[in-house]
T-cell receptor, first 114, second 118 residues
Framework: DGGITQSPKYLFRKEGQNVTLSCEQN?????MYWYRQDPGQGLRLIYY???????QKGDIAEGYSVSREKKESFPLTVTSAQKNPTAFYLC?????????????FGDGTRLSIL | KQEVTQIPAALSVPEGENLVLNCSFT??????LQWFRQDPGKGLTSLLL?????REQTSGRLNASLDKSSGRSTLYIAASQPGDSATYLC?????????????????FGQGTILTVHP
């Protein structure tokens, strides 16, 4: 089945540690996105990528990094600079970044601090 | 800066009721609007996308309307069922820039938590 796969489902980070969240899609979509969801705050955009080897900062990019070396993959690294990383992280993709294309979401990764 | 508000924050109804969820946005210069459903601990499932040139979209028991001039959208759920229990989120797309792209930068509301009890 076509879709977006996020792994792991749960992730724990120690102080000072970088962790990487995986996002893979087999929908042949050009655009991919990372969102953070906190209770009562809705979703906020961290990074997005319109095409391979290109990505742009979203509204809350500080403390995060991404890469887009392959069309189907858009991993997110939560660095030690991110002081409040506990949240639910959602990856999404769309055919393109044009506004008439719906975004499709993975099932998320829940990150917690040990 | 665009702000999206969803009212009510939570709603509990008996099975079989028709109900309306509201979404309002501060900047009417949006391009499209998308409604999502989120089950606990899960990702978002797209329900309906309303293009800027449209006033409503229908899918099964769901009907979404869009009034850009007043900055409002409503999601109507007919004959609600316990399986409809979830959080419903709306999100707006910004207008395209001069190059024709809006970068898919959705602005989300905080969601309405719907509980349909038997």
């Amino acid at each position: 089945d076509g879709g977006i796969t996020q792994s792991p489902k749960y992730l724990f980070r120690k102080e000072g540690q970088n962790v990487t969240l995986s996002c893979e899609q087999n929908l042949n979509h050009d655009a991919m996105y990372w969102y953070r969801q906190d209770p009562g705050q809705g979703l906020r955009l961290i990074y997005y990528s319109q095409i391979v080897n290109d990505f742009q900062k979203g509204d809350i990019a500080e403390g995060y990094s991404v890469s887009r070396e392959k069309k189907e993959s858009f991993p997110l690294t939560v660095t030690s600079a991110q002081k409040n990383p506990t949240a639910f992280y959602l990856c999404a993709s769309s055919i393109s970044t044009y506004s008439n294309q719906p975004q499709h979401f993975g099932d998320g990764t829940r990150l917690s601090i040990l | 800066k665009q702000e999206v508000t969803q009212i009510p924050a939570a709603l509990s109804v008996p099975e079989g009721e028709n109900l309306v969820l509201n979404c309002s946005f501060t900047d009417s210069a949006i391009y499209n609007l998308q409604w999502f459903r989120q089950d606990p601990g899960k990702g978002l499932t797209s329900l309906l996308l309303i293009q800027s040139s449209q006033r409503e979209q229908t899918s099964g028991r769901l009907n979404a309307s869009l009034d850009k001039s007043s900055g409002r959208s409503t999601l109507y759920i007919a004959a609600s069922q316990p399986g409809d229990s979830a959080t419903y989120l709306c999100a707006v797309f910004p207008p395209r820039d001069a190059g024709g792209t809006s970068y898919g930068k959705l602005t989300f509301g905080q969601g309405t938590i719907l509980t349909v009890h038997p």
